[in-house]
């Protein structure tokens, strides 16, 4: 009983002096709390330039609380100011957040393939975090040398709140592999102050027997765009140009020659590939709907700007946003340029689907069929711009969480207003024309107009999208190449395009025909949709 009672008392005496401490801590901790005042919370749109914060697990306030310090993260992406811009820029933000310290890589398009390929390839681990096109997924995703992407990535809103197709291309197989940072497709971007204007269509009309419209086919762009060549329209006191477009070989030469060659080459009644017949894995870029979008565009050279024989996408990016053309067929980029605030030439363009033709190969029969209505096969090029974390990286969750973090909401967003940078539409909002009018500032009639076209191409059913099979890139400088001759006048277009196919087939049975054809097929299926 004794050492009952002892142990009671023992028990007793722990209580009280338990009870006694805790007492006294509470009153020390209330203590400091009135004596140290609360830590403000950081005002992230007066710090940072974007127009709101938002919820999620790469928020800036979410992102804010990670502590990296000590951990270096290499990234690799395109030289600025397309994509190289909101890397580093976002980069930098996220270092000041979590003590992380990243190395931006930044190379020109023509050595982003490589530079990207050939660590992989020799099995070494150079990048943590890595930005490319979704035509090379069949090397990178499909080569098994990323990532996929974590549970908290894929149940985060912003994930969820990107569109279908954009979805889509951060697949290969069964696995998510790529986060998006960009949403891509080519559409007609104007200038409304030149061809809405009443005080030139008597003149065109008398010239060309027809009003002056926005162009709806590429035999009207060429007659706007020559309208409008080499003299003052605007009255800026500067002569201004027909089209800026692409046509630097190894820039983005490809793709500015594949818009062209859709309406002619995508019948809508014909089935079963656009770049090659799926079954036979023929290609068919030198059939009659090719050829004459090449004839198209060694005629069009005639109304470039000064210099427009050798531009890039930054040069068309200037160019049209600059207001030193009439007409540009292009990604959102240059578009945006010319609506940003200090622009002169500022809610003075507009927007449509990229132009069709009245008439389609049609390869079932061998002829032209003609469209009194238009042939439309608008043309999702490139896709958007992926970024994904290699297999390879020592600091995975980190990398992951700066890719989340550089294409948030609330950075996108901002991003979006930035022509020079490239980021273009692929979340729900962004098709808002809300979003552009109070955000972007955006005339309501400009901010209809551009929504549309976006959708009008995206939602089309005769759409082309890109080729995104293994070796693309080997397909594309080949195709490009042969391009780049005819319009330099080194070769005719069907002598021309007779020299890429053949090339294509080589690629085609060097890569492994089988596997070509079942990832040529996956687009084919896509296009259906």
Do not use: C
């Amino acid at each position: 009983m004794k050492k009952r009672q002892g142990g009671f008392a023992k028990r007793s005496q722990l209580r009280v002096s338990t009870s006694a401490l805790l007492r006294a801590t509470i009153f020390l901790l209330v203590t400091v709390v009135a004596i140290v005042p609360a830590v403000a919370q950081t005002n992230y749109v007066e710090k940072y330039p974007i127009f709101g914060t938002h919820e999620g697990p790469y928020s800036f306030a979410e992102i804010d609380k990670k502590d990296y310090s000590g951990i270096t993260l290499n990234a690799i992406t395109l030289a600025p100011p397309v994509m190289g811009g909101p890397t580093i820029l976002h980069a930098k933000q996220f270092e000041e957040l979590t003590g992380a310290k990243i190395n931006v890589v930044a190379v020109p398009l023509s050595q982003l393939y490589a530079k990207v390929m050939t660590p992989f390839l020799t099995n070494i681990g150079a990048y943590d975090a890595i930005i490319f096109p979704p035509n090379w997924s069949g090397d990178i995703m499909g080569g098994g040398y990323l990532e996929p992407l974590p549970e908290k990535m894929l149940k985060s809103a912003q994930w969820g709140e990107v569109i279908q197709v954009y979805r889509y291309l951060q697949s290969w197989g069964d696995k998510i592999y790529g986060v998006p940072i960009d949403g891509d497709k080519h559409f007609l971007a104007y200038r409304r102050d030149a061809i809405d204007a009443a005080k030139y269509q008597p003149k065109f009309k008398e010239k060309y027997g027809y009003d002056l419209q926005p162009p709806q086919t590429w035999d009207e762009y060429r007659d706007v765009a020559e309208f409008f060549n080499d003299w003052d329209w605007d009255g800026d006191g500067e002569k201004e140009y027909g089209a800026s477009e692409m046509t630097q070989r190894d820039a983005q030469l490809f793709w500015q020659f594949i818009v062209r060659a859709a309406p002619y080459a995508q019948h809508p009644e014909v089935k079963g590939g656009f770049f090659f017949e799926v079954e036979t894995m023929t290609p068919l870029i030198n059939t009659p709907g090719f050829v004459q979008a090449l004839e198209d565009m060694i005629e069009i050279q005639k109304f470039y700007p000064p210099g427009g024989k050798n531009f890039s996408l930054s040069d068309v990016i200037f160019s049209f946003g600059g207001g030193q053309t009439a007409l540009h067929a292009n990604w959102d980029d240059g578009f945006i340029q010319a609506m940003e605030k200090d622009s002169p030439i500022r809610n003075q363009v507009n927007a449509t689907m990229a132009p069709g033709a009245k008439k389609a190969w049609n390869r079932k029969t061998n002829k032209w069929d003609d469209f009194p209505n238009i042939n439309r096969a608008p043309f999702l090029a490139w896709g958007g711009w992926i970024t994904g974390v290699p297999k390879t990286s020592e600091n995975k969750e980190a990398a992951f969480d700066f890719l989340g973090f550089l294409s948030n909401n609330a950075n996108q967003q901002k991003d979006l207003t930035v022509g020079r940078y490239g980021v273009n539409p692929y979340r729900t909002n962004d098709f808002s024309p809300v979003f552009w009018t109070e955000k972007a500032g955006f005339d309501p009639e400009v901010a209809k107009g551009y929504t549309d076209a976006l959708r009008n191409t995206l939602d089309h059913p005769n759409r082309v999208f890109d080729l995104r099979i293994p070796g693309n890139q080997l397909y594309v400088n080949a195709l490009a190449t042969a391009v780049s001759e005819s319009l330099a006048g080194n070769m005719k277009p069907q002598e021309a395009l007779d020299k890429a196919a053949k090339e294509w087939d080589k690629i085609t049975h060097r890569v492994g025909f089988d596997q070509q054809k079942s990832a040529y097929q996956e687009i084919v299926n896509l296009e259906g949709k």
